[in-house]
């Protein structure tokens, strides 16, 4: 499988979800339905932007919030299925990405785990029942 070239999701690792909400919406950027107070979603384009703590983002990825291990970034790519997760994260895994945190179905009721590019850079491959249209397309 070759994974797909699509980013669904840029989660910014905040100090303050509250204050950041605010700064995004007074650039005129639209709260998306699924926001809440300890995260807020905005869509740019094809690309949803989130905004979570940086404590809070660095926990879900099981990596410290300081130091080489994070940097209050993650990227995402959210698939139409656990299968096609799967089989995203062994891709990546064959080309040289590390697996930081495996696919496992996660507290918010998806599925997830954390791939690290050469230089560390953080990728969510998620399935999220909750969004579908999230997802990018099947690979062919």
Do not use: C
């Not at 709260?31 to 094809?46: C, H, K, N, W, Y």
């Not at 703590?53 to 209050?72: C, E, K, M, N, T």
């Not at 995402?76 to 697996?99: C, H, P, R």
């Amino acid at each position: 499988m070759s994974v797909p070239a699509h980013l669904s999701v840029v989660t910014l690792g905040v100090a303050d979800v509250a204050v950041s909400t605010s700064f995004y919406e007074s650039l005129g950027w639209q709260q998306l339905s699924d926001s809440g107070a300890e995260i807020s979603f905005f869509r740019l384009g094809g690309v949803v932007v989130g905004l979570f703590g940086r404590d809070a983002l660095a926990d879900d990825a099981a990596v410290s919030p300081d130091g080489d291990g994070f940097r209050g970034v993650t990227l995402a790519i959210n698939l139409a299925t656990v299968e096609l997760v799967d089989a995203a994260f062994a891709s990546w895994a064959a080309v040289g990405g590390v697996v930081v945190k495996p696919p496992h179905t996660a507290p918010w009721g998806g599925y997830s785990g954390y791939v690290a590019d050469p230089d560390g850079h953080l990728w969510e491959l998620a399935f999220n029942p909750h969004s579908p249209e999230w997802a990018a397309p099947s690979a062919s």
